[in-house]
């Protein structure tokens, strides 16, 4: 098993690629990572999502914790086993579904106390027992406990939560290192919508010297341009040779705009949960399959797709399964969303590398702008 | 394409072993269908069903005539097209799930006229569209429409039924010759739990000369004797050289039972929708995942089995996967029921070209009988 490190191969513009090295396998950067929220991507069988080109998968401390539990899955070997997926696994810190499902918590220097959302009972999780879940859980990359506040929020909202989350970075890095055993402890930097804030989030993170520095609390509502400004922000404050991971992010357009401007990693339901909805996303954009237009298309999505569920299925065959509730459905759109997701990042990867990534970027604008229905 | 024919191979007391012949590939019998409802059976991708071993599939024209509607099937190039499975089709009649899904439904010597359970629309069925609308799908079995009547019932009400169900069965023959092109049409014997009645019926419906016979109006809650006895009077009956087809069998040792009984083709819901509800069958008889004593259990459902989802993964992740109402808990125990079923079939296929039928359903019997919790 290799110890974690991060191995930049090239740059273009800002844009850059690389490798990080895990205990369970390489991540190609950069990298989409599908959300195994309960300890499985919905709808698909792990092979399947292996085969898509997923090097690393999300897994939800929060859901975890609850059910099945950390210590019941270190029990039975771990998340990597439970699951049946060898490859890498990046867990969070449980903290942003707190602050989301839970129907009561409350949040002190200590850490948040919290009911479940599944049976009432009552948690607790401070820095420390956020990192002791993750290492039960066996992630190659744990997440810091931080506080997420939603947007928008006033600068004195932001800046308490920014602190408080830069008190837990310190307290989950010195709990971390003990039983690190060659896995990683990102950082996350908050702040908001406030550049000085995150700033100085950045800043006090990097002087803590993390393996690698996610920038969080982005996505929550807020514009496109102020996601993006915050970034810009951020970036050129974190070292180059480290990860930097985009949390919750994003359309296929907020992704390669993330890309542009140096962001590695990204995580988002969008490509899974929409699918079980009938959306399905293509180089034309997005298509929305319980749309009657479909109910008579024998087309498929896109006879050009290296997915051969956009290549094979109808567009009628597929409304009709949409329509029907069918699983199947669900299935094939989440195979098909993840695998443009996985194909948008390696189109990103190799024209990073061959130095055309501007190129590439108004390609894929081109296509988007062109829409489906000119297909 | 070839055109519909039946050859038996050999035979082992009145179980019997032998091939079906349809336009889309040969079915190997004993054969078990797999549902497929509404034009996919839950949950499964064709080729992975076709890797379990599966030779056919079931369509039901009720689900399909609604939605989303046989017309359209056809103009997008029939059912087989529709739903990516190139292999032989058989689709009933759509008259047993008039009767138990139509909220309003009136039968007469015409046929039968309901409300969609869908959007409350009025439908006709009468033998002539049943044969019409199952050859616009393109099956390569249809089946007659029928009447079937819930168990128990008055001797006058299932006399009625099935004399009701041989004049259907003659008109259905009639439109059906027309358009059969290589494919076949079955009759059904009817007559409920009353020997006599099951007689006159398959004596008829022999005498009008089908391409193979099923019993219907069986495992509709009578006792299992009852069935089996039922079976016993009707197949001396039927034609040595004609497939005959249990409809809606049935529990793995209702199916072994029927096949000591000279039946070739069953089909249920059982594997699959039994699968969506956390039910496991195995050699050892059923076992329930969402039981907590799998909780903490690493041990795969059945080691030897030849399936990959029983081998490898866990009982206690299939417990966490039914627990928290995860797709991939109904695809997987579905995968594995689907493939228990198929490996029931193979089996008795084998043991009966073999001369070993007898030996093969102690062995299952003794399996069964010994449960999972001894093992």
């Known amino acids: 098993m290799n110890a974690f490190s991060f191995r930049l191969c090239a740059t273009d513009g800002q844009a850059r690629t690389g490798e990080i090295v895990t205990p369970h396998g390489i991540v190609r950067t950069p990298a989409f990572m599908p959300v195994g929220t309960q300890a499985t991507v919905k709808g698909m069988q792990p092979e399947a999502l292996r085969a898509l080109g997923a090097d690393i998968v999300l897994g939800n401390t929060y859901h975890l914790m609850l059910r099945p539990g950390a210590e019941r899955i270190a029990r039975l070997g771990g998340l990597h086993a439970f699951m049946r997926w060898p490859h890498a696994i990046l867990t969070d810190s449980g903290g942003f579904q707190v602050m989301s499902l839970s129907p009561l918590r409350s949040i002190d220097a200590n850490g948040v106390m919290f009911r479940s959302h599944l049976d009432g009972s009552t948690h607790v999780l401070t820095p ?3 990192v002791e879940i993750q290492s039960l859980l066996g992630a190659d990359i744990a997440m810091q406990l931080d506080e997420c ?5 006033s600068a004195a909202e932001l800046a308490r939560a920014m602190r408080l989350s830069l008190a837990w970075a310190e307290r989950c890095k010195r709990a971390f290192e003990a039983a690190a055993e060659g896995r990683a402890l990102f950082a996350i930097v908050q702040g908001g919508d406030d550049a000085g804030l995150r ?7 990097v002087a803590m010297d993390f393996q690698g520095y996610a920038i969080g609390g982005l996505a929550v509502g807020e514009p496109q341009e102020v996601m993006l400004r915050m970034i810009e922000t951020v970036t050129p404050i974190l070292p180059a040779d480290r990860p930097r991971y985009l949390m ?17 990693m990204f995580d988002c339901v969008m490509p899974t949960r929409n699918g079980r909805h009938g959306l399905a996303f293509t180089r034309f954009g997005p298509v929305n399959l319980k749309n009657a237009r479909h109910a ?3 087309r498929p999505l896109d006879p050009e797709s290296p997915c051969a569920a956009a290549r094979e299925y109808s567009r009628a065959y597929l409304h009709h399964l949409v329509k029907a509730n069918e699983m199947l459905g669900a299935i094939l759109l989440t195979t098909i969303n993840l695998a443009y997701y996985q194909e948008l990042m390696a189109g990103a990867r190799a024209a990073i590398a ?9 390609a894929l604008r081109e296509g988007w702008a062109r829409g489906d229905r000119a297909a």
């Not at 357009?253 to 590695?264: L, T, Y």
């Not at 061959?354 to 108004?362: C, E, I, T």
């Open 128 to 130: 420390e027992r956020a």
């Open 149 to 153: 506040v939603k947007l928008p929020a």
């Open 199 to 205: 700033v100085e989030s950045a800043r006090a993170l």
């Open 248 to 264: 919750g992010v994003g359309t296929p357009e907020d992704i390669v705009e993330a890309v542009a401007r140096g962001i590695d």
């Open 296 to 298: 008579d298309d024998p």
């Open 354 to 362: 061959a130095g055309r990534f501007a190129d590439f970027r108004a």
